[in-house]
């Protein structure tokens, strides 16, 4: 009996196909692939680009993008915003279209986050060749410059024959939706065979639901983890963004709750547990808090739940001092789950600490061990009430007053966004994160102009919450062109614009790793008496004529200039009733009123200099590298 089929080209069958398909998790059915951002080029319009107009809205939404590479981000920031369990994907033409997309796939897959990504490839058939865009390899003719998002996918196709999307849609479906395996997808497209016809199985398309698990921890890892945790006396659990993924807050509260574990955050788990309960210490590690540092030092057991240990975590391996300190790893990957020599607990981070939680009924830590983190708690509350405070409301904000004013207009439903520079230290720190979806640092990959893009995404997942991208003028030069975006959509995005002349951040760093701030302020070059330009990097005149605002309210955003804390704080209450894209722009004083680092990162100094800076910073680089370890 023959199978009933239906003729379409490749692109039109793809299209089709992601429409149909879902993904589920505790009984909730969500879209798979929600929409697909795109721009077009003579690799992808006729064929993708074709197939989206004959579908139409109601089967695949559009979203246009004005690059390439901030259309992954708004994707990323939509797939995490709803928990992974939806995505959207993104097509482009072949060449610069098509690499553009690396940088995005690979904040992707670094953070463990779903996205489909759709570049046009050169013809199969080379009917002529070389074509438009073409990289040529002497050795070998199949490369196309789209092999660069190989080693950036967690799944990778080139479909040279229309049969073949087949199974490789089905594979690709499989991994978006995994979530130990998820990450950045690419089926690369090439464009003669987008616009091929062929006899597809009715089959193909019809609704598939891929189910998202829940892995419960095998009994014998389950018994050695509730055993280790019994002996520890100073146990403490580092919360990753696997909380958030799995939607285990409520878990690990429940744990914390009867136990009385102290948690720390990492950047992508902060939120986890609510700022003003008992247990949460903040930050951990580089940019962590004075107390969830102080506890670290002394722990005898950490309990990762969902974490990568980062260097940024780890302080480099000089933060678990502890002679005998020892790991337990709560994580659905088995990659992670094994790092730092750790007990493992391969499971998902719901199930798995609902199951430490009743393994360890009754067991609670010692009294004196609870009374100490929590007075540290309440010094290090002190601290972030004096790091938001301004003295004179009339004067010029900080940054961390900055932040002060923000937390003091936001409510639970607020996203507050942020990836690079200085402000993802601040933010760790001294933010109060009131739910688990507010604080939203992308730092994995740590990508100058991740923000305004990934505001729209989220924006987009969440239409009810106000959203706040934060960023400073170096990041905003990087990649402002999705205001445009956000303003066709209508998209109430907030951009907080900070006015610091350069790269504050890296600035920072140059100075403490005897870099003397090379090459890092947004200032005239100076000149020699003779009238001659000075040597490369000495940009120390006068900072640079630009207005960043007025280029914001260029592309269509309402812009609200601050100049004083007060004014700061009317502008941001204006912004967030505001039902259009609104700037706020303020420049900051540079006066630093963050609380320096509790703990060291690992950024190598030049072993021999003839600058006194580099030297003496060398030596302070040795005094912390001595402090290392390996956990075996």
């Known amino acids: 009996m023959s199978q009933p089929t239906r003729r379409l080209t490749t692109a039109q069958a793809l299209v089709q196909f992601l429409s149909a398909q879902y993904t589920e998790r505790d009984g909730a059915r969500h879209r798979l692939i929600a929409g697909i951002w795109g721009i077009f080029g003579h690799g992808n319009v006729a064929g993708i680009g074709q197939a989206l107009l004959e579908a139409g809205e109601d089967a695949m939404p559009f979203h246009q993008g004005r690059n390439e590479q901030a259309m992954v981000h708004a994707a990323v920031g939509y797939a995490r915003q709803l928990g992974r369990l939806s995505a959207q994907a993104v097509t482009t033409s072949i060449g610069p279209g098509a690499t553009n997309l690396v940088t995005g796939a690979a904040l992707a897959t670094i953070n463990r986050l779903p996205v489909l990504l759709l570049p046009g490839d050169y013809f199969a058939a080379r009917p002529a060749d070389p074509l438009l865009q073409q990289l040529e390899h002497p050795g070998q003719a199949d490369v196309s410059v789209n092999d660069t998002l190989r080693p950036v996918s967690r799944y990778f196709d080139r479909i040279t024959r229309p049969e073949m999307l087949i199974p490789s849609a089905l594979g690709a479906m499989r991994v978006l939706s995994d979530p130990a395996e998820t990450g950045a997808v690419t089926l690369a497209l090439p464009q003669d065979v987008q616009a091929e016809a062929y006899d597809w199985p009715e089959e193909f398309f019809a609704a598939r639901v891929w189910h998202v698990r829940r892995p419960a921890p095998d009994p ?84 990762g739940v969902g974490t990568r240990y980062s260097d940024f975590t780890t302080a480099s391996n000089t933060l678990f001092t502890n002679p005998d300190v020892r790991f337990v ?203 001659t330009k000075s040597g490369p990097g000495a940009f120390t005149g006068a900072p640079l004529p630009v207005d960043l605002a007025a280029n914001a309210a260029s592309l269509g955003m309402d812009v609200i200039r601050a100049k004083t804390v007060r004014e700061l704080r009317d502008a941001l209450a204006e912004a967030r009733a505001s039902d259009r894209p609104t700037c706020v722009y303020i420049e900051t004083d540079p006066t630093p009123t963050a609380p320096p680092a509790e703990a060291w990162w690992d950024v190598p100094v030049a072993q021999v200099a003839s600058r006194a800076s580099a030297r003496s910073a060398r030596a302070r680089y040795d005094g912390h590298a001595a402090q290392r370890r390996r956990h075996l």
């Not at 945790?229 to 990753?240: D, E, H, K, N």
């Not at 430490?356 to 004196?368: D, F, I, P, Q, S």
């Not at 904000?397 to 937390?407: F, N, Y």
Request: aromatic share 6%; with cysteine; charged share 20%.
């Open 220 to 303: 014998a890892e389950l018994a050695e983890a509730v055993r280790a945790i019994r002996a520890a006396r100073r146990p403490l659990i580092v919360a990753g963004g696997g909380v958030h993924h799995s939607g285990a807050e409520d878990a690990l509260k429940a744990l914390a709750d009867a136990t009385g574990i102290p948690v720390g955050s990492t950047q992508a788990g902060k939120g986890s547990l609510r700022h003003d309960h008992p247990a949460d210490l903040g930050g951990i590690g580089h940019t962590g808090t004075a107390v969830c540092d102080d506890i670290a030092r002394t722990a005898d057991l950490v309990i």
């Open 329 to 531: 790893n709560l994580n659905i990957t088995a990659f992670d789950a094994h790092k730092m020599a750790a007990r493992t607990l391969v499971a998902d981070a719901r199930a798995g600490l609902a199951a430490l939680a009743e393994g360890l009924a009754g067991h609670r830590v010692e009294e004196a061990y609870e009374a100490e983190y929590r007075a540290g708690k309440e010094r290090w509350d002190r601290v972030v009430e004096a790091a938001y405070r301004a003295g004179d409301d009339n004067a010029v904000p900080t940054q961390t007053q900055v932040l002060g004013a923000l937390d003091s207009v936001v409510g639970d439903d607020d996203v507050v966004i942020n990836a690079a520079g200085s402000l993802p230290g601040d933010l760790h720190k001294l933010w109060r994160a009131r739910s688990p979806r507010q604080y939203h640092v992308e730092y994995g990959y740590s990508c100058m102009g991740y923000e305004i893009p990934a505001g729209i995404g989220v924006q987009q997942a969440a239409p009810g919450s106000p959203v706040w991208s934060l960023v400073g003028d170096g990041t905003y030069l990087m990649m402002p062109t999705e205001i445009v975006t956000a303003v066709q959509e209508g998209l109430p995005v907030n951009l907080v614009l900070l006015q610091n002349h350069g790269y504050a951040s890296i600035g920072g760093l140059s100075e403490q790793t005897g870099g003397e701030r090379f090459g890092t302020a947004y200032r005239y070059r100076v000149q020699r008496p003779d009238g």
